[in-house]
């Protein structure tokens, strides 16, 4: 079964900084385009952050140098680096599977992020 | 970047109806769109990609269509189960970016 499964949320103080992961199985991972998305607390999706197969990086104008993505092949996992944690940050953070031209085909359940003193 | 604008935000309609939800683009995309749907506490769903590409499992009466900047999705006859959020998302070029979402409501 094709499967992305989030971890790594929780509760942080502002200004701190978290590491979420997904594990990818079902799948040749290493082939694949894969994203960091989250979904506000108003409900908007925002596309957070992408990572190409040979390991080329995208992100929003808006999260630039606060986020960072990576990918572990080895382990058929990747990776979302949040620092300087801010209260509008607060979400649920999924993980997803696409490619340019096609779409996001495989997302995970989410992990929940808050951030509050 | 490429801002999506869906219409109507919001809609209820009852079991057989014919739903048409629309998503413009700010720009050209070709036909590089694709539509999910998302239930209440659920992951999004991919239903349509490459704007008229119905996913694999997806039920037939979802469909969708448009180039360029006018796309459109259809649920031929509502079900009960398609109660859900509906957002469109451009994949032509990073940033990628969504709709701001279209909830249906079964009357």
């Known amino acids: 079964e094709v499967q992305l499964v989030e971890s790594g949320g929780g509760l942080v103080q502002p200004g701190g900084s978290l590491r979420l992961s997904c594990a990818a199985s079902?799948?040749?991972?290493?082939?694949?385009?894969v994203h960091w998305v989250r979904q506000l607390t108003g409900k908007r999706l925002e596309w957070v952050s992408a990572?190409?197969?040979?390991?080329?990086?995208y992100y929003p104008d808006s999260l630039k140098g606060r986020f960072t993505i990576s990918r572990e092949n080895a382990k058929n996992s990747f990776y979302l680096q949040i620092n300087s944690l801010r209260a509008e940050d607060t979400a649920v953070y999924y993980c997803?599977?696409?490619?340019?031209?096609?779409?996001?085909?495989?997302w995970g359940k989410g992990t929940t992020v808050t951030v509050s003193s | 970047a490429i801002r999506l604008t869906q219409s109507p935000s919001s809609l209820s309609a009852s079991v057989g109806d014919r739903v048409t939800i629309t998503c413009r683009a700010s720009?050209?995309?070709?036909?590089?769109l694709a539509w999910h749907q998302q239930n209440p506490g659920k992951a999004p769903k991919l239903l349509i990609y490459?704007?008229?590409s119905l996913e694999s499992g997806v039920p037939s009466r979802f469909s969708g269509s448009g180039s360029g900047t006018d796309f459109t999705l259809t649920i031929s006859s509502l079900q009960p189960e398609d109660s859900a959020t509906y957002y469109c998302?451009?994949?032509?070029?990073?940033?990628?970016?969504f709709g701001g979402g279209t909830k249906v409501e079964i009357k």
């Open positions: 997803a599977r696409g490619e340019l031209g096609i779409g996001m085909d495989v």
């Open positions: 079902g799948f040749t991972f290493s082939v694949f385009d």
């Open positions: 990572i190409g197969a040979a390991g080329d990086t």
């Open positions: 720009q050209g995309i070709s036909s590089a």
């Open positions: 490459d704007a008229s």
């Open positions: 998302q451009q994949s032509n070029s990073y940033p990628l970016t």
